[in-house]
């Protein structure tokens, strides 16, 4: 059973910046897209960033300037580095990895920007 495994959240203040990486335990193939979803507390789940197999990028349009995403298909990595964080940014991050008829889902680093 393939697995995504999350690194790099934490605690930070305002205005600093994180990097999330998510890796997959074996090489998947087929892969469409990857990307992060987050939900912060009482909130829905939000799609926040996405980088297709042909390296194309959206950006929820809150990160944009922010935030940037990028992989390592080599490594089955994404990464989402995110700089300037704001309080509102607070939120449990997913990644996921995104084949035809399937995906698969990392188990969520929480990232708190608080003072």
């Known amino acids: 059973q393939v697995q995504l495994v999350e690194s790099g959240g934490g605690l930070v203040q305002p205005g600093g910046s994180l990097r999330l990486s998510c890796t997959a335990s074996?090489?998947?193939?087929?892969?469409?897209?990857m990307g992060w979803y987050r939900q912060a507390p009482g909130s829905q789940l939000t799609l926040v960033a996405t980088?297709?197999?042909?390296?194309?990028?959206t950006l929820e349009d809150s990160v944009k300037g922010r935030f940037t995403i990028s992989r390592d298909s080599a490594k089955n990595t994404v990464n989402l580095q995110m700089n300037s964080l704001k309080l509102e940014d607070t939120a449990v991050y997913y990644c996921?990895?995104?084949?035809?008829?399937?995906?698969?889902w990392g188990q969520g680093t929480q990232v708190t920007v608080s003072s």
């Open positions: 996921y990895f995104s084949v035809p008829d399937n995906s698969y």
């Open positions: 980088i297709s197999n042909f390296g194309r990028t």
């Open positions: 074996e090489r998947i193939s087929n892969v469409l897209s």
